[in-house]
Nanobody
Framework: QLQFVESGGGLVQPGGHLRLSCAAS????????IGWFRQAPGKEHEGVSC????????LYADSVKGRFTISRDNAKNTVYLQMNSLKPEDTAVYYC??????????????????WGQGTQVTVSS
């Protein structure tokens, strides 16, 4: 069974940075497109970034373009999200998930693999 464990969140001041990790078990990540999502209180999951399985190319939501970078380490079966120049509006619980594909927007979460517990990111002075 495909499972994800997210980590690396925390409290950071505006302009700060964090690196989130998404460790997978039950499947080899390099066979999957993977997406990072976030959910703020009272809102739906929002796609933040995704990485394709074949060539590793990446896409970003307009709200994070130029500030966030997604990457993968196939040897560690882990996907990362480097977040720089953080803003208060980036505050949310961040999740990773397998996707049916990483193109266009929004990115459809695959039915296999449930949401992990997420990691809280709070940007505040």
């Amino acid at each position: 069974q495909l499972q994800f464990v997210e980590s690396g969140g925390g409290l950071v001041q505006p302009g700060g940075h964090l690196r989130l990790s998404c460790a997978a078990s039950g499947f080899t990540l390099d066979y999957l497109a993977i997406g990072w999502f976030r959910q703020a209180p009272g809102k739906e999951h929002e796609g933040v970034s995704c990485i394709r399985r074949n060539d590793g190319s990446t896409l970003y939501a307009d709200s994070v373009k130029g500030r966030f970078t997604i990457s993968r380490d196939n040897a560690k079966n882990t996907v990362y999200l480097q977040m720089n120049s953080l803003k208060p509006e980036d505050t949310a619980v961040y999740y990773c998930a397998a996707l049916y594909y990483c193109s266009g927007y929004p990115w459809p979460k695959a039915d296999f693999g449930s949401w992990g517990q997420g990691t809280q990111v709070t940007v505040s002075s």
